[in-house]
Nanobody, 123 residues
Framework: QVQLVESGGGLVQAGGSLRLSCAAS????????MTWFRQAPGKEREFVAA????????SYADSVKGRFTISRDNAKNTLYLQMNSLKPEDTAVYYC????????????????WGQGTQVTVSS
């Protein structure tokens, strides 16, 4: 049974920073590609950033490139998203998702999801 629990969301002013965490109850966490998605009200869930299971290769949506950093600590079974220079358009529920020994995929390619954490950026 895979469980993902996000934390670290909150209310922040534009230009501020937040660090999201995703604690995973996965025996072989290092074998999973981990991804952050987000969903704003009235919009579809969208890709934010991912880190691969092999080589820890990272990728980012253009909208967050240079501002967000994804990382993972395999010893702690934890995924992180450091978000700097936050903008009001970053307001959304942020979800982590896991995919076993595979690369990036669209939303429907992930079997395991957390419950989400709300990030609100005020202007």
């Amino acid at each position: 049974q895979v469980q993902l629990v996000e934390s670290g969301g909150g209310l922040v002013q534009a230009g501020g920073s937040l660090r999201l965490s995703c604690a995973a109850s996965i025996r072989t966490f290092s074998s999973y590609t981990m991804t952050w998605f987000r969903q704003a009200p009235g919009k579809e869930r969208e890709f934010v950033a991912a880190i691969s299971w092999i080589g820890a290769t990272t990728s980012y949506a253009d909208s967050v490139k240079g501002r967000f950093t994804i990382s993972r600590d395999n010893a702690k079974n934890t995924l992180y998203l450091q978000m700097n220079s936050l903008k009001p358009e970053d307001t959304a529920v942020y979800y982590c998702a896991a995919r076993y020994k595979a690369g990036l995929a669209p939303v429907d390619g992930y079997a395991y999801w957390g419950q989400g954490t709300q990030v609100t950026v005020s202007s």
